[in-house]
């Protein structure tokens, strides 16, 4: 079943997570366990990201296949188009539209950063739109698109990255996963600009728990993910060094952010796991007590 018809057969909010493949065998072993932790949730759908000008075609499939065969769970394949050409790009689809994956994530992706010399196909797409361009009249998958509540890192302005995301919809692209945020008023505000817009397809947020002080640093300024004030304070307040409140605090602030945004009606939750059970999982488990999921 494809993502848009789950919200089309139940009105209840669709609870999924982003995966990622495992880079050493001691990342594998974690990422089994999550797996295991996620599976008896019974998510609606679980999502695997792409590398980089395909550094981890191989491992993405892989994973893809594993949790569809193996774990018997509805799987997103995200896709990104930097550097591959035509016959790459249509390669890769058809591998996972053969293993039975129905919704696809169309982005456009980074170069390498392990790779330096990395030279891009000539006849690669420029951008996220464009692919999904590409996919719409060949395919029949349900495409998702990725959308930034603060706006992409690289976008000229917020109203400008509203246009591009506007031209992906316009493109064929059937929902928006965004990108996390810290405030709740960012997602609103973005989805009311996205609806003035004429954006009218369902806008799904990602949620990401604090995980640590360093990835939380490092993630927000990779991907523009503003920390909030109250973060930086509540996080001064904690004994320095000790994980395990910090891990608690990152709970409590997700739960009262998917508090928010359940009770404003969106379609479901996408949690950004990095691959971790420890916090998504009580996170769920607590919002199906309270009768939120």
Same mark, same amino acid.
């Given at each position: 079943?494809? !993502?848009?018809?789950?919200?089309?057969?139940?009105?209840?909010?669709?609870?999924?997570?982003?995966?990622?493949?495992?880079?050493?065998?001691?990342?594998? &072993?974690?990422? &089994?366990?999550?797996?295991?932790?996620?599976?008896?949730?019974?998510?609606?759908?679980?999502?695997?990201? +792409?590398?980089?000008?395909?550094? $981890?075609?191989?491992?993405?499939?892989? #994973?893809?296949?594993?949790?569809?065969?193996?774990?018997? /769970?509805?799987?997103?394949?995200? %896709?990104?188009?930097?550097?591959?050409?035509?016959?790459?790009?249509?390669?890769?689809?058809?591998?996972? *539209?053969?293993?039975?994956?129905?919704?696809?994530?169309?982005?456009?992706?980074?170069?390498?950063?392990?790779?330096?010399? +990395?030279?891009?196909?000539? &006849?690669?797409?420029?951008?996220?739109?464009?692919?999904?361009?590409?996919?719409?009249? @060949?395919?029949? %998958?349900?495409?998702?698109?990725?959308?930034?509540?603060?706006?992409?890192?690289?976008?000229?302005?917020?109203?400008?990255?509203?246009?591009?995301?506007?031209?992906?919809?316009?493109?064929?692209?059937?929902?928006?996963? $965004?990108?996390? +945020?810290?405030?709740?008023?960012?997602?609103?505000?973005?989805?009311?600009?996205? =609806?003035?817009?004429?954006?009218?397809?369902?806008?799904?947020?990602? !949620?990401?728990?604090?995980?640590?002080?360093?990835?939380?640093?490092?993630?927000?300024?990779?991907?523009?993910? $503003?920390?909030?004030?109250?973060? *930086?304070?509540?996080?001064?307040?904690?004994?320095?060094?000790?994980?395990?409140?910090?891990?608690?605090?990152?709970?409590?602030?997700?739960?009262?952010?998917? *508090?928010? #945004? /359940?009770?404003?009606?969106?379609?479901?939750?996408? %949690?950004?796991?990095?691959?971790?059970?420890?916090?998504?999982?009580?996170? !769920? @488990? =607590?919002? @199906?007590?309270?009768? /939120?999921?």
């Amino acid at each position: 079943m494809k !993502v848009t018809e789950l919200w089309k057969s139940s009105k209840k909010p669709t609870v999924s997570f982003e995966l990622f493949p495992a880079r050493s065998a001691k990342a594998a &072993e974690g990422l &089994e366990k999550t797996i295991d932790e996620i599976a008896a949730l019974k998510p609606d759908f679980v999502s695997v990201t +792409f590398g980089a000008g395909g550094s $981890t075609r191989e491992g993405s499939y892989n #994973l893809v296949k594993k949790l569809i065969k193996d774990k018997g /769970l509805r799987t997103v394949a995200y %896709f990104t188009c930097y550097g591959l050409g035509p016959s790459d790009i249509k390669a890769v689809l058809d591998s996972y *539209r053969d293993l039975g994956v129905e919704t696809i994530l169309a982005a456009r992706g980074d170069p390498p950063h392990d790779q330096p010399d +990395f030279k891009p196909h000539p &006849e690669s797409l420029a951008h996220a739109s464009d692919l999904v361009a590409f996919v719409r009249p @060949r395919y029949d %998958f349900c495409i998702a698109a990725a959308g930034y509540p603060e706006k992409h890192i690289e976008a000229q302005s917020p109203e400008k990255d509203r246009e591009y995301l506007k031209l992906k919809v316009e493109n064929g692209a059937d929902f928006v996963v $965004t990108n996390y +945020f810290y405030d709740n008023k960012s997602f609103f505000e973005f989805e009311d600009h996205c =609806r003035k817009l004429g954006i009218k397809v369902p806008l799904l947020p990602g !949620v990401m728990p604090i995980y640590s002080v360093k990835m939380m640093e490092n993630l927000a300024a990779l991907c523009g993910a $503003t920390i909030s004030q109250e973060i *930086r304070d509540g996080i001064a307040k904690l004994p320095a060094g000790d994980a395990g409140t910090l891990q608690a605090f990152g709970v409590d602030f997700a739960l009262d952010q998917c *508090r928010g #945004l /359940l009770k404003h009606g969106v379609p479901g939750l996408h %949690f950004y796991t990095m691959d971790r059970s420890a916090a998504v999982v009580p996170i !769920v @488990r =607590r919002l @199906r007590d309270e009768g /939120l999921l």
